[in-house]
C-alpha cells in the first residue's frame, strides 16, 4: 500500500528497504520519483470533463480506420477473442447443454438477480438499488470521494474495506450476464450490460476515483469487459456507438495501466502481472489502436520473465499464499492460452513452471476439493466464467487438463469453467477422464508439504515471508499444520477477513495465535506492527531439516528462528510425522536455546465443530460425520477453549474454537502432541492408537 492508505508512511518505507542492496535502493528511489513526478502533473492537468476519451481522439487512437469498420471487425466471430471457447458461441453453448444443462437454469436465476441489481460481490449478493453507486462499499454503504486517483485514500471507515469496492468495479457479474446471453439469446441481458456498462463510464472519469487508483484493478476489469462484451457480439444491441464506447473505455484502460504500470525493483506481485495481463487482452482483442502492438509486446514479454521471477522452480507462486496462487495461474494461463492462438512463442522452461503450477493445485487440494488458506486470501480471481466459493480452486485442474491432457489434472467431468475456455472442440473429452490418485509432496523450494492418504490430508508451511522474504501477504504462520479428516476440515487457517477495513481484526487473522503453531513469551512468530497491514517484520527463515515419505509414514522435520530476538533466544523445531497405516499424527515440538519461557501451543478448529476438553488434558472435536482428538503426552499442561474467527470469505467472519495449551519451563523442552481423527462411532480407536504411539515412543 501507499503513504496515502493512511498508514504509518516511516514504518511503510522501513519495510520496503529492508533487505534491499544499494543499487535496488537507488534505482527503486528513480522509479519511485518519476512517478510522483508524473502524478503530480497529471493532478495540475486534469479535470474530470477533460479525462474521458472522446471521439476525435478515438480517431486518432485508430490511425485513420473507420470506425464503422472497427466496430464491424469487433462483432465478427474471426476477431481475435479471449478464449478458443468464446471464438464458435453456438457451438460453445451447445456442449454446455450437453456437459451442464443445469447450467441454463443458474445462470438465468444469477443473471435475474443482476437484472435487479442484486450483485454478488465475494459470496454475498447486495441490494444496491436502481442506480448502482460504483464508489461505495455495498457492505456498509461508506463512499470514496471522486477525487483524484494520486489523492486516493484506501482506508475510510471502521468495517469498510476498499477491497470490496474493488471487488464490485471489477465486474466479474458482466461476464454473467454475457453468459446468460449466450445461452438463451434473450437481449435482456444484453441490454442491462450496456445499461451497466454506460453507468460505470459515466460514474468513473479515467483517473478520478477509487476505482482507478490501482493499475491492478484497470487490468482485472478491462478482461472482463472484453469478455462480456464479446460474448454479447452478436446482440443487435451492439450498435457502432455502443462498440465506441467499448473502445474508448478500454483505450483509457489501456494508457491508465500503461502510465501506472506497478513494476517495482524491491519485488513484482501479482498486481503488476494483472496490469500486464489487461493489456495484452486490450492489445490483442483491439488491434486497431496504434498503442495495442506497443501495448501486447511489453507485455507478452514481462509476462514470461515474471513467470521464472514470480513462480518458483516448483511451481508455487513465490508470495506463498493459495489464493494468490490461483489469480496468478489464472493470469499465466491466459497468457498462456491466447499467445499460443496468436502464435507468440513461449520457452519450454514456461510450460515446465505452468504445468507445476498446476501440480501445486492438485496437491494442495484437500480430498473435499477445496484449498486450505495459507497466507492472505482476498479471493481473488481473474474473471468468473462460473460462480464458486472462495474455497473453490478444483477448475483449475481442468484447464491444466485440457492444456497439458496429463491424466493427473482429469477429473471424472469436463468442469463448465473449461468449456468457456477451450471450447467444445478442445475441452477434454468425459471419456477420457479419470482421476488419478493423489499422494503425499514435498514442494522443497517454497517449503510447503503435503501428507495424505486416503481421506487424511494435512498441509505445513514451512515457508519465508514470501516474495523471496519481502513479501506482503504473508502471516505469522511458520510450520503451522492444516489438518482434513474423513469429510471435513479440523485444524485451519483462519483466513484473512479483511484489509483495510479493521486493523485490530486484520492482525488477529494473521497473528500467530490465529494458526496451529507455538507462541513463545506473548511474541509472534513475525513482528506485527501497528500501521503496517501488508508487511511483517524481520522475514523468518525457516529451514527443513529433512523429509521423508514412504508407503508407511511421512516425516517433516522443520524449523524457525523467530524467536532468535529474544531476550533468551529460542529455536523452535517442529517434527510432524504422518502415520498413514493407523491415520493419526504425531507432533513433536522441539525447543532449544536458554532461559525459562511461556509456551502457548495453539490449536485452532474450523468453524461448526463441538470442542470439549476431556480426561488427561485430551481435546476432543466432533463434526456430524467424524472427529478429531489432540492428545499432549504430558499432563502438566493448561488447557483452555477460547472463541476463535475462521473467513470463509473475503469480509466474512464465523465464530469457531481453538485450544490453548500452555506451560512454563526451561529450554530444553520438548512436547508431544497426537492428533487422532476417527469416523462417528468409532471413538474406541482414540485409545488405542493412544496406546500404541506410547509404545512406539518408548522403544
Not at 486497431?288 to 509486446?297: V, Y
Request: contains cysteine; proline residues 4%; hydrophobic residues 40%.
Amino acid at each position: 500500500m501507499k503513504q496515502s492508505d493512511g498508514l504509518n508512511p516511516f514504518s511503510n518505507l522501513r519495510d520496503k528497504l529492508r533487505g534491499m542492496t544499494p543499487r535496488e535502493i537507488a534505482a527503486e528511489s528513480l522509479l519511485r520519483g518519476r512517478r510522483r513526478l508524473m502524478r503530480a502533473a497529471r493532478r495540475l492537468l486534469d479535470h474530470p470533463n477533460r479525462t474521458r476519451v472522446g471521439d476525435e481522439e478515438l480517431i486518432r487512437a485508430l490511425d485513420g480506420k473507420r470506425l464503422a469498420d472497427v466496430a464491424a471487425s469487433f462483432r465478427r466471430a474471426d476477431h481475435v477473442q479471449l478464449t478458443a471457447g468464446l471464438d464458435d458461441l453456438t457451438e460453445t453453448a451447445e456442449a454446455i447443454k450437453q456437459l451442464h444443462p443445469e447450467s441454463i437454469e443458474r445462470t438465468t436465476r444469477e443473471a435475474g438477480d443482476i437484472l435487479a441489481h442484486r450483485i454478488p460481490v465475494f459470496d454475498d449478493d447486495y441490494e444496491l438499488g436502481p442506480l448502482i453507486d460504483w464508489h461505495a462499499d455495498p457492505a456498509t454503504g461508506v463512499r470514496w470521494p471522486v477525487t483524484h486517483f494520486s489523492r486516493v485514500h484506501f482506508v475510510r471507515a471502521e468495517d469498510s474495506d476498499v477491497r470490496r469496492v474493488w471487488e464490485l468495479n471489477r465486474l466479474h457479474h458482466l461476464t454473467t450476464l454475457g453468459r446468460a446471453y449466450v445461452l438463451t439469446g434473450d437481449e435482456q441481458y444484453a441490454r442491462e450490460l450496456i445499461a451497466q456498462f454506460t453507468s460505470w463510464c459515466a460514474a468513473n472519469p479515467p483517473r478520478y476515483g477509487v476505482n482507478w487508483s490501482v493499475a491492478m484493478e484497470a487490468g482485472i476489469r478491462a478482461v472482463n469487459l472484453v469478455a462480456a462484451f464479446q460474448m454479447c457480439r452478436a446482440s443487435r444491441l451492439m450498435t457502432d456507438e455502443v462498440v465506441a464506447l467499448v473502445l474508448k473505455c478500454l483505450l483509457a484502460h489501456g494508457r491508465f495501466i500503461s502510465e501506472n504500470i506497478e513494476y517495482s525493483h524491491r519485488a513484482t506481485s501479482n498486481h503488476y502481472l494483472s496490469d500486464l495481463i489487461g493489456l495484452l487482452a486490450i492489445g490483442a482483442t483491439a488491434p486497431e489502436f496504434n498503442e495495442s502492438r506497443k501495448w501486447m509486446s511489453y507485455a507478452a514479454r514481462a509476462l514470461i520473465e515474471e513467470m521464472h521471477k514470480q513462480v518458483l522452480a516448483d511451481g508455487v507462486d513465490y508470495e506463498g499464499t493459495t489464493n494468490y496462487h490461483r489469480l496468478v495461474l489464472e493470469i499465466f494461463t491466459l497468457h498462456f492460452t491466447l499467445g499460443d492462438r496468436m502464435g507468440l512463442e513461449f520457452p519450454p522452461s514456461y510450460r515446465e513452471r505452468l504445468k507445476a503450477m498446476f501440480d501445486f493445485v492438485l496437491h494442495y487440494l484437500k480430498p473435499d476439493g477445496t484449498a486450505p488458506a495459507i497466507g492472505d486470501s482476498d479471493d481473488g480471481t481473474l474473471w468468473k466464467f462460473t460462480r464458486q466459493k472462495a474455497a473453490d480452486h478444483s477448475h483449475l485442474l481442468s484447464l491444466g487438463a485440457a492444456i497439458f491432457d496429463d491424466p493427473s489434472f482429469k477429473r471424472t467431468y469436463v468442469d463448465e469453467e473449461a468449456v468457456w475456455w477451450f471450447g467444445a472442440r478442445e475441452a477434454p473429452a468425459s471419456s477420457s477422464l479419470g482421476k488419478a490418485p493423489t499422494g503425499s509432496k514435498a514442494f522443497s523450494v517454497s517449503q510447503v508439504f503435503i501428507q495424505r492418504e486416503g481421506p487424511l490430508y494435512a498441509i505445513i508451511d514451512c515457508g519465508d515471508h514470501g516474495a523471496r522474504g519481502r513479501g506482503s501477504h504473508a502471516h505469522s504462520d511458520a510450520l503451522s499444520i492444516e489438518v482434513f479428516a474423513y469429510d471435513r476440515t479440523f485444524l485451519r487457517d483462519p483466513g484473512t477477513y479483511l484489509y483495510t477495513g479493521n486493523e485490530r481484526l486484520r492482525n488477529l487473522f494473521r497473528s500467530t495465535e490465529s494458526h496451529n503453531t507455538v507462541r513463545v513469551d506473548g511474541r509472534d512468530i513475525s513482528l506485527i506492527s501497528r500501521g503496517s497491514l501488508f508487511s511483517l517484520g524481520p522475514n523468518v527463515t525457516p529451514k527443513v531439516n529433512s523429509w521423508e515419505s514412504t508407503p508407511e509414514r511421512d516425516v517433516l522435520d522443520a524449523e524457525h528462528d523467530g524467536y532468535a530476538n529474544l531476550a533468551e533466544p529460542v529455536i523452535h523445531r517442529r517434527i510432524v510425522t504422518f502415520e498413514k497405516r493407523e491415520g493419526y499424527w504425531v507432533i513433536e515440538d522441539i525447543f532449544t536455546g536458554s532461559g525459562s519461557h511461556q509456551f502457548e501451543f495453539f490449536f485452532n478448529f474450523d468453524a461448526g465443530l463441538e470442542v470439549t476438553i476431556e480426561e488427561g488434558r485430551r481435546v476432543l472435536a466432533r463434526g456430524e460425520q467424524s472427529a478429531l482428538a489432540i492428545v499432549p503426552m504430558r499432563d502438566d499442561l493448561e488447557a483452555t477453549i477460547v472463541e476463535r474467527w475462521v473467513s470463509p470469505s473475503f469480509g466474512k467472519r464465523v465464530r469457531s474454537s481453538g485450544i490453548i495449551y500452555r506451560v512454563r519451563k526451561s529450554v530444553p523442552f520438548r512436547l508431544t502432541v497426537l492428533l487422532v481423527p476417527c469416523r462417528a462411532g468409532e471413538e474406541a480407536r482414540i485409545e488405542r492408537t493412544v496406546a500404541l504411539a506410547a509404545t512406539r515412543s518408548a522403544v
